[in-house]
Structure formats: C-alpha cells, structure tokens
C-alpha cells in the first residue's frame, strides 16, 4: 500500500517507488504538509518545523496562549483566506453574512484502492489492458468550524507512474448558499530551499518558450485568463534546485489537467519558505455552492526526481502517454497525414482534394484531412462559423461521396470542425444570436471577426453536437480536427442568474469537456486533434480527449524547435501534432530543407501540410522515403525515452535531441544545424539511455555504450544552413 496511516501522530505517508509526500494533522487538526520529494525512512518530517513567537504573525484561538504557533508561518497542505495565513491561499469563499474568514480543521479520512475519477472532469486513470498499474486514493476530510461546509482533499499515488495526484471537492451541508472566490487544487509549502521557477510563456505561432527565475520574495505568478490555457501560457510548471540540470538536480513538475483559466504561482515569504500554488484563475471565478451540491476542483498532476530535468519530463510522458490519453489511439499507430489547410486554405472543391489525395496515397500518407472551408457559407474566415451542413455546391459531390473516393485510393478521411465557434454572419447566428457569448446591451469583443457560442449551455451544446453527429454520421470519418480560433470575452450567459454569471467560465470548460466525452463515447475509433490556433489550448485536461494536438501554426521548422523544445518538458512527443510545410514557410519566409522539416515533423504525430501537386519529382522520392523511415522508426519515437541534447534558444550551433528505447538497445539521435560555420570547430554530442556495458553500430561502426555516453559522438559536418541528420544507434 503506497499510503500510511500513522493513527498515533495523524501522520499520512505517501509513497512512489522514489518520491515521498507527507502530512500531518497537528494537535489542533490543522493539516500541515510536512514533506514531498526524496523518498527517506519512515519517519515524521514535521520535526524540521521551527516553533516560535513571531511578531505580526497571530496565533489561532484553540492554539491558546501558545504564541509560536502561527498559520502564518506553518506549512499547510490547504490554506485558506482570512484567519491569520497572509501569504497566498488555495482557498478562499464568501458565506452568506458576506464574511470570507475560514478555518479548516481535520475530520477523517479513508484509503481506497484504485485511483479516483473526477465527475465531469479529466482525470489519470489507471490502464488495464497491460496488466494492472497499482494506484491508491487517499480523501482528507476537513471541516469549517463555523458551519457544515466540508473540503475534502483528494490524493491519488501511482507508484510505478511516480505521480501522485490532487484533486479538491467541497461539500456544502449548511442551508445557504456558498460561494467559492477561490480554489487552488494544489498548495506545497517548502521550508527551506532555494528554487527557480521553470514557466512556459508564449503568444500565437510561438508558444512554450521556456523561461527560468529563481524564486524571489514575493509572488511570481502566471495564468491564462483567456477561458482556455491560452498560447501566453501553459498550466504545467517547474520548481527546481538552482544548480538543477537535464541530468542533476531535484526537480518538481506541477501540472494542471484543466483547459481553461488557470494561475500558477510561487511566493517567497518572510522566513523564506516558498509555496507553491495551482489551480483555477480567480479572476473570472465565482462558483455558488448550494447547500446539499459539491464543487470539484480540477486535478493536478505531482511528480519528483532528484535526476534533473529530462528525468522528469520522462515521468510525465510515461503517465500522459498510457494514463491520460485514452481510446485506440493511445496504442494504435496513429496514421501519417496530409493536411490541405496551408496547401489550399479555403480555395478547394472536390476533384482538387482528390488530386491532392491521389499523390498523397503514392507517397505513402494514410489519411487526408480536409481542413477549415467545407461547410456553410464558408470561402474566407468571416463567415460560416455554426452552420455544419456540407457545402455541396463548393465540393461538387457530397460528402459521402468524396470520401468513398479518397478511401477507394486507400487513404482514410479526416475533417476539421470549430464547434465553440460562431460568425454573425451565419445562419444559425441570424436564428439563435442569443447563443453568442456577449452581454446584453454591449457590444462584443470580436476576434477573427467571430464570437463564442455559450458552451455553458446543455441546449447549444446539444444542437451543435446533433450537427456534429449528422456530418459524421453520413460519411466514413475516422479523424476530427477539433479547432478554437479565438480567447473568450464577454462572459456571460442567458441561462444563469445574475449571482451566478462568475460560474460562466468554468461551466464553459465543463460544457467543452461534456460534449467531447459524448463524442469520444459515440465515435470511440475517431483520432480527435485538439487545436486551438495552433497550440493555444496545449493542456493536460485536453489529451484526455485528444491524444494528439496541434502544436504551434508556425510550422517553421526551426521555429518548431524551440517550440516543441518548449513543450516537451511537460508533454510526450505523441501528443504533439507536427507537419511538414512547403518553402518558403507561409509563417517566416524561411527556406530549409525538406529532410530538416521532416526530421522535425518526425518528433510528434507526423504529416505533411502542403498542396502535394506542386513536389517535384525529386521531392516526392524524398517524402515517400521519409513515410517509410517514419513508419520504421514509429515505436522508438513514440514509446522511447525522449532526451533533450541542447537547448535550441542558448545552443547557437547545433539543436540535438534522442529518442531511446526504454531497454536500451537503440536509440535515433536528431541533430539540426542552425548556424553553419565554414572551417568550425569540431562537435560531440552526448548520448543517452544506452546500455553502458554494449557495443551499438552506427553507420556500420561500433562504439561501446559507454564510450558514446560519456565522450560523445563526433557530429558530421554540416555543408548546407539548416541541415539536419537522422542518425540510428543499434546494439549489436
Ligand atoms: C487555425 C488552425 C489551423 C487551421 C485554421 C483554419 O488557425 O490552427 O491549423 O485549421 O485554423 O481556419
């Protein structure tokens, strides 16, 4: 069992086979957090808190006379507003006389085996198709001790995934309303340390920049307030040692299973303990918790190593890959595809898609995506948006019948949907314009000259999923591109009482997560691609809907690997959709080689996004070789140990990074010249994941493992900007 109960000291010891996680309910029922990193001895961490009579810190009424005992200073596993804890708090509400002070105390608790599930929410879950992955759940019950308002604390270990997850539900047993301004789903004291916070801050076509600052006093925070996770930001978060690197160091990574707004926030205090916090933004939050109802806040995802970064990474790629992302496709080889999108854009019909088709199925692609323009009034990205009926006329056939014939050239079918989405000019805006978000009597927040539609509404959501369901249902569509074009503004909904429109936000994300469950529940064997302009809701709470979502509009090659360098600390290379685009790029004007883009397209999903008509000769026998080494080095890129070699934003030479395969017997090494030098120096890049002890080949030479971990292997010269290398390592 991964979760101990001491009864004798109310001491609760959470274990991964290498991380610890401890807290403690003290004498007076506050639930301190006493430890979480290096697994040690079982022993009370609590000794290490320093009790003492602080001034301007107040002491607590049941702690009496006590003066060294203050929530100010003591490390608490969920510390709320108002009662003497000045830093930032995971909770804060308003009671019905208005006032927001809260106090939490210890009430019970119960272990069960399993994992939990979150209603309505995402959650990891454990897998049973490969025999069984051992996960526990352990729920703290706290109380107010003012009224009958409950907050149960929700902790899921999975030891062998070295995880462990929080989740928090609020119950609601006093006979008025409750009303929740903020609630964070994850909260870690530190005591003592000197950290750096790693955060992942972007904008559109540019996203998951890396950025790391020491922990300074005060508070450093960042979030999305945008209704998704936004571009500017991304839920998933680093602390780690100062001197931490890719291979050293310890290091916590903090993610948020949530697509919506979120802050992520690491204060300094006074004594220089530093807390951490996660969880729902509460600008655009303010939840009603009637009495008998329950509020879940979202899950968030724990992980600790003392072996640095990429060993990090390592874990949450393990755990999203097999324990987030659900469905067929989780095993299954997702197919190659072509994109027409930034081959066409709206300027298509039917026979120009199966020209396009054609070629593709002699390269080898295994599945056509028809992309934004094919429905409604829809020939530029003004109008259309909500009316999902097949524009017939543009495509010269029905649906069904272009793609009978893109599967009679043995291809699958694939189609892009924005369903949130919603033009003024479109039919079913002219019926409902009252499913728009916008407030009445203002004018709304455009963006791509389109609006929102009301997610948070069952009958919208309904309509638009039954619209959804004919389109899929009168064609063979094994693929949806699942796309939102724009940042929500002007909450408000039609449906919810004044006192309730600070619910808008929230509802509008578990409307998006009601109807993509029904749509994974009714077409199990359809691939869903997130996207949100790219990768503008790149979120844990996502991937349990859509294995795979597109990562970036800047399909720049050298662009991309900065990006998904960026968003590889926090999510498997299988999750990250990546395309092979035509040059010049549409995004930067930059030209680079076709063997570069795809050896960067290769490290995600893999596909092509261009009109295939227009390859040469030449480039077609380039590309069908391309499919080919894709196909054969599939598992090793999708299921290997992914290792960052350089950081693409410091390294000005060479951009380098592995896939391993778990046991060690072969590796791919992915290496892109950025920067040619005529007459430079001389480069070796490390490898890892080998078995230190065999001899690998590469290129018909043989190294031993050892000998290519620690003194590198020489790179080739590069003789052209932008040129990349695939290089195998093999075990003999
Ligand atoms: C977004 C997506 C693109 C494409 C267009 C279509 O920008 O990120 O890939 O689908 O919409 O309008």
Redesign the pocket.
């Known amino acids: 069992m991964a979760i101990i109960f001491d009864s004798t000291s109310r001491l609760f010891t959470l274990t991964t086979n290498h991380s610890m996680y401890q807290m403690k309910a003290d004498r007076y029922g506050v639930l301190l957090h006493t430890w979480f990193g290096m697994k040690g001895s079982a022993f009370d961490y609590s000794y290490r808190i320093a009790y003492a009579d602080r001034g301007f810190s107040g002491n607590p009424y049941d702690a009496g006379d006590d003066r060294t005992y203050s929530l100010d200073v003591l490390p608490q596993e969920f510390p709320t507003y108002g009662s003497g804890d000045y830093r930032s708090t995971a909770l804060k509400v308003r009671y019905p006389d208005g006032t927001s002070a809260c106090e939490l105390r210890y009430l019970k608790h119960e272990i069960q085996e399993g994992k939990y599930s979150l209603p309505g929410l995402p959650a990891i879950f454990t897998s049973l198709d490969e025999g069984r992955t051992p996960a526990d759940t352990l729920i703290i019950t706290l109380e107010d001790t003012r009224r009958r308002f409950f907050v149960h604390l929700y902790y899921g270990v999975m030891e062998d995934l070295d995880i462990i997850t929080r989740a928090v539900c609020v119950e609601n047993h006093s006979d008025e309303d409750i009303y929740l301004e903020n609630i964070q789903s994850v909260c870690i004291d530190y005591l003592y340390g000197d950290y750096d916070l790693h955060t992942f801050y972007g904008r559109h076509v540019k996203e998951r920049s890396c950025q790391r600052t020491p922990v300074v006093h005060g508070i450093h925070s960042v979030g999305s307030t945008r209704g998704t996770s936004s571009h500017q930001y991304n839920p998933f978060l680093i602390l780690s040692g100062r001197d931490a690197t890719e291979e050293t160091g310890s290091c916590y990574g903090f993610s948020f299973l949530y697509s919506g707004d979120f802050i992520g926030s690491a204060e300094l205090d006074q004594y220089d303990q530093t807390r951490l916090l996660l969880g729902i933004h509460p600008d655009n939050f303010c939840y009603c918790v009637k009495p008998q109802e329950r509020f879940y806040a979202p899950e968030a995802v724990m992980a600790y190593t003392e072996h640095g970064l990429n060993e990090l990474s390592h874990i949450f790629h393990r755990a999203y890959r097999r324990h987030l992302c659900r469905g067929i496709w989780t095993t299954k080889r997702r197919p190659v595809l072509l ?1 027409d ?1 930034e081959g066409v854009y709206f300027d298509f019909n039917g026979d120009k898609l199966i020209q396009m088709a054609k070629d593709a199925a002699e390269l080898g692609v295994e599945l056509f995506v028809m ?2 323009g094919w429905f409604g009034k829809r020939d530029l ?1 003004v109008s259309g948006l909500g009316d999902w009926s097949v524009n017939e006329k543009k495509l010269g056939c029905t649906l069904k019948e272009l793609s009978d014939r893109i599967h009679d050239l043995g291809l699958m079918f694939g189609i ?1 949907f ?1 369903p949130e989405g919603i033009n003024e000019d479109s039919d079913l805006y002219r019926a409902h314009p009252e499913w728009a978000m916008r407030i009445p009597g203002k004018s709304p927040t455009r963006s791509r000259q389109q609006l929102l539609l009301d997610f948070s509404r069952e009958d919208v959501r309904d309509y638009i999923f039954r619209h959804i369901c004919q389109v899929l249902d009168s064609a063979r569509i094994e693929y949806l ?1 699942w ?1 939102l ?1 724009r940042s929500l503004s002007d909450l408000y909904s039609a449906v919810l009482p004044k006192e309730r429109q600070g619910e808008v936000m929230h509802r509008y994300v578990l409307g998006l997560y009601d109807m993509l469950e029904k749509l994974v529940t009714r077409y199990p064997d359809l691939l869903v691609e997130g ?4 990768g503008g809701r790149f979120d844990a709470g996502m991937l349990y809907y859509t294995p795979q979502i ?1 990562c970036s ?1 800047d399909t720049d090659a050298i662009e991309r690997l900065s990006i998904q360098y960026g968003t590889s600390f926090g999510y498997p290379v299988s999750t990250m959709g990546s395309h092979v685009s035509h040059c010049p790029n549409e995004q930067t004007g930059r030209i680079t080689p076709l063997n570069t883009r795809a050896t960067v397209a290769m490290s995600g999903t893999f596909g092509y996004e261009l009109d295939v008509n227009k390859m040469s000769k030449d480039e077609k026998r380039i590309v069908r070789s391309q499919i080919r080494e894709f196909k054969a080095y599939y598992n090793l890129i999708q299921y290997g140990d992914y290792y960052r070699l350089t950081n693409p934003d410091t390294e000005t030479a060479w951009h380098g990074w592995e896939f391993a395969a778990e046991d060690g017997s072969e590796a791919l090494l992915c290496i892109v010249a950025i920067q040619i030098h005529p007459n430079g120096p001389g480069r070796w890049m490390r490898l890892k994941g080998l078995k230190k002890d065999s001899i690998y080949t590469i290129d018909g030479k043989r190294y031993p493992g050892d000998v290519l971990m620690n003194s590198g292997l020489l790179l080739p010269v590069a003789t052209e900007e932008y040129q990349s290398f695939r290089i195998h390592i093999a075990e003999v």
């Open positions: 994109n999108w992309d934004d990205d892009w924005e591109k796309d074009n996207c949100s302009g790219g597109w509009d």
